[in-house]
């Protein structure tokens, strides 16, 4: 049977960003055969639909002046009416946001060039927005597409482990489905490190436990004060050598310093020589950081009407096995 996909995007509003590149990720996973094949199993679909102004609307309301000023309420009503019978027909939901590691009360959205550059809105206002737009007799496969959803205050601690009630109990991903949950019918799942789309397979890539180490050590290290001095000086010695008409020299100096297996005694040369040190450093972190696999990191979120408890899962093992390990059961 064909797939119905229905990505909600808080994400990005510039037409490059998360929205854009995941759908046609899932596109590719999801493809459109011939109309022949699609008579008998169905079509494929992957719609984005964006979220920024329901979610203004949500907040500023409408101010009633007139029968006119009922016309805006109307369209918004049709708009969200829309969009709830397409999520109610769709095998899967997506909601795109931007996460930031040891941000569990707020999602960012991309402004402009630069990934998660502005609050777009805290849990509560996205559980509000998104409760417009189901039905509570339905059921809903959600997926929180938000890097480090699942990941608890305690950003450092390990995720691949056995982790405690506090902690995964203070992560965005359970504060929002808690809002959701006791309302609506919602499996959701989220993940503990910084999320993508793989663009051949359309497959979600997680970061690894061993990446999002190395993303906080690169954080950490680049704003570092030891580090901003180590840029200064270099830039510094950069413009004087400059200014002074001894530019090649500062490149013969950068080259030789290179090929050394020391510290060197020259004052000038030392400061290059931490330079490209501290740069090799966060060149190794950078490409730690960059390890993701496409089976690793998912949490799965599910609510027990009858018995008032959540259960929340880790669906695959650090070797990419299906475990469906309980990490807790109990109450909200």
Known sequence: MGKN???????????????????????????????????????????????FELLQRDRTGFPFSSLQSLLPIIRSLQARLEIARLCASADKIMLGVH????????????????QGSGVIGNYQEFAALLSSLLFPDRQYRLALIMCYGARSQNFRKKHDGQLDETDLKSSFAYKFYKELCRTYRITMTARTGSVHFNSQ????MVQTETATEA????????SSPGTKLVSTNYETLQEQMWNSGR?????QMQEGILRLSGRPDSQDERVIYDFHNVQRQATHLESTSGQSASKYGKFVYEYNPDTQQIRITRKYDSRGNKVFQVLYEGAL
């Not at 993303?215 to 680049?222: N, S």
Request: net charge negative; with cysteine; charged share 30%.
């Open 247 to 251: 530019l090649d020299e500062f490149y």
């Open 5 to 51: 996909i229905v990505f909600l995007n808080l994400a990005d509003k510039h037409e490059d960003g998360l929205a854009k590149t995941s759908a046609e990720a899932l596109r590719q996973k999801y493809p459109r055969y011939s109309w022949l094949y699609e008579c008998f199993a169905g079509a494929n679909q992957v719609q984005v639909i964006d979220l």
């Open 215 to 222: 993303e906080f050590d690169k954080a950490e290290f680049q």
């Open 99 to 114: 996460g930031r590691f040891g941000e569990t009360e707020r999602g960012f959205a991309s402004m402009g060039w630069e």
């Open 201 to 204: 397979t359309g497959k979600s």
